[in-house]
C-alpha cells in the first residue's frame, strides 16, 4: 500500500523549504526555479512534483508559462501543530523572564 505524502514529509527536505522561501516572496517557472540550484533541472522538477503533491504550491498558467506559488492556507497544517509548542516555549520563557526580574530586585 502507497502512502500519500504529506505535509511533514514535503518540508522536511531542505531543497523543498528552499524552494517554498523562494516562492513565497514571488511566483516563480520551474525554470527559474532550476537556475538557483546545481541539481538537475528534473531533480528540481520531482521537488515541485511533491509540493504540488502535498498541495503546497499552486500552479497558474500564463500563456505558455505554468508559474507555481505557495499556498499559504495550507501552511496552516504546520503552523497549528506548531502552536503547542510555540506556547510551552513562550510560558517556559516567561518564567525564565520572572526569575532573573525576581533576581535582579533582590541584588
Not at 506548531?82 to 523572564?97: A, G, V
Amino acid at each position: 500500500m502507497k502512502s500519500r505524502r504529506d505535509v511533514f514529509q514535503a518540508i522536511a527536505d531542505p531543497t523543498r523549504r528552499i524552494i517554498l522561501t523562494m516562492l513565497a516572496v514571488n511566483a516563480m517557472t520551474p525554470g527559474a526555479i532550476a537556475d538557483n540550484f546545481d541539481s538537475a533541472r528534473q531533480t528540481i522538477s520531482r521537488h515541485i512534483q511533491i509540493l504540488t503533491e502535498c498541495q503546497l504550491l499552486e500552479q497558474e498558467q500564463t500563456g505558455r508559462e505554468i508559474y507555481y506559488r505557495v499556498n499559504a492556507n495550507k501552511l496552516t497544517e504546520v503552523a497549528e501543530w506548531l502552536q503547542p509548542f510555540t506556547k510551552m516555549w513562550d510560558d517556559r520563557f516567561n518564567k525564565l523572564e520572572a526569575i532573573m526580574k525576581n533576581y535582579k530586585s533582590n541584588k
